[in-house]
């Protein structure tokens, strides 16, 4: 079994480490832009062999895990590359783009769309870890124009790396992500922002900061090369999540600025019920 | 040592654990406004005795962990009732008010002004936990204003329950608490409400969420109770750190629908900075 890792960053070095461990059978073939990082993912176990496009012909398992644009745009020859028996996966926080540009490929059969509901907020090789899908959510969209033995061979791999399946049509996942994960990026960014803006006298920020604060603006930590184009992809749904977050945050502050306590108490009681939605991501 | 604390929930009863494995022969009283809580307090071992207001000539030390604006109205009839080797500690996330209402009691001295930046989502005496405090920030505002035998008795507290102290003044506190701690719980609560009245079946929120969304919501938990008069104490700078959030979110959208993704891009990466910020926050 032969698998190939575009991209060996945290998403793909953490899916090659689990793939290894759980078929002993599999050969991992490291595919990235920067030779430093896959110099970086061979040395640390992540792929077995340094590779490159030319050796497309012979992968049985194909993963994407890179920026989302040049998703799009190297998806086509990818699948112009594979044999018939291949199945390539994209693992990208967008899908609706993804599967427009190849929905009249003669090989879309061959294409898995699939958004693993997992990361942290770190990028790179040395980033991969263990055992990250574990327990979480992948959204495969489009299945039924995946081949059926392909879906089957992509499939096991997810169900024993651990991962729950939830089908979904590229549209309705881009505008429900847009709001529980792109939005909570773009709100954890420009929190840092505003602080960073405002305490030039960084001793101000860490001395001061707790755990709350480290919370909400762990996100800006991310990759501003992963997330830029999830964003230009996505961006009429991310616009609209952007136009109710500020519209709720502007209607927070006239409340306040009328001195309507009684209605921010409220505002903030309602919210509270979002302990049952999270306890709900824990199950 | 007599040891009273005055709402037994999260902050109070955390502090009272603390205190109780330090010093041995503290005694530690619960006052609290909630019976139930009060009785969950005592149950938990987290206070010896129920208590009340009219036993306070009897304190050694007090400490307020109560919502601020029942701290700043019942502070002085405390500094009235306690004698004049006690000392009162206050707990509350701002501070300008609280030393403005006692700056002419005639018992100034035996109050000191503090907040520890320590704290979770959760409230009440069940919340409480051994150890919330090793590690963190203790801010202490007009430390010169309390008589310094009893700046000393506060001090060796918070020393042996492992709190680091910063000295600030009232003001300042207020200014820079804003941004690092108040405007985190409002982007937060905010996020919440914007995800909740979007996504009506919830079933899309909880499946499609993960840990970033709920990093960026946890404080969205917190306590209206104690919250609101937060907010509406520090009134005029958390509305100043609304605004500029907001801005920041405007001019965010701005790029979006101008097709800036260059400046988008570069807003993300100055932005990434936080993780230096962050890092000291851990140290």
Not at 64 to 88: G, K, R, S, W
Not at 128 to 151: W, Y
Request: proline share 4%; net charge negative; aromatic share 6%.
């Amino acid at each position: 079994m032969n698998v190939f890792i575009i991209g060996t960053g945290l998403m793909g070095g953490s899916i090659a480490l689990d793939i290894q461990q759980v078929f002993e059978e599999a050969v991992l073939y490291g595919i990235d832009k920067s030779p430093l990082h896959l110099k970086k993912a061979k040395e640390l176990g992540i792929v077995h062999h340094e590779s490159s496009l030319e050796e497309l012909p012979k992968a049985t398992i194909v993963i994407m895990a890179i920026p989302v644009d040049t998703t799009v745009h190297v998806l086509p020859e990818i699948l112009d590359a594979v044999n018939d028996q291949a199945v390539v996966i994209d693992m990208g926080s967008t899908k609706q783009q993804i599967c427009e540009v190849i929905k009249n490929h003669p090989k879309r059969r061959n294409f898995l769309a699939a958004h693993p509901i997992a990361g942290t907020e770190f990028s790179g090789p040395q980033a991969a870890i263990r055992g990250l899908f574990q327990g979480k959510t992948n959204i495969i969209c489009e299945v039924e124009k995946t081949a059926f033995k392909l879906q089957e061979k992509a499939l096991s791999i997810f169900s024993k790396i651990g991962m729950r399946i939830r089908y979904m049509d590229p549209v309705s996942h881009d505008k429900h992500i847009a709001y529980v994960s792109h939005l909570s990026h773009i709100s954890s960014f420009m929190l840092g922002k505003t602080v960073i803006e405002k305490e030039k006298n960084e001793r101000d920020i860490f001395d001061m900061a707790g755990s709350g604060f480290e919370s909400t603006v762990r996100l800006a930590k991310s990759s501003p090369a992963m997330w830029t184009p999830i964003f230009e992809q996505n961006k009429a749904n991310v616009i609209e999540t952007l136009e109710e977050y500020i519209g709720n945050l502007q209607k927070f502050k006239n409340l306040m600025q009328e001195d309507d306590f009684q209605a921010i108490y409220e505002e903030m009681e309602s919210t509270n019920h979002i302990k049952n939605i999270l306890n709900g991501i824990k199950i």
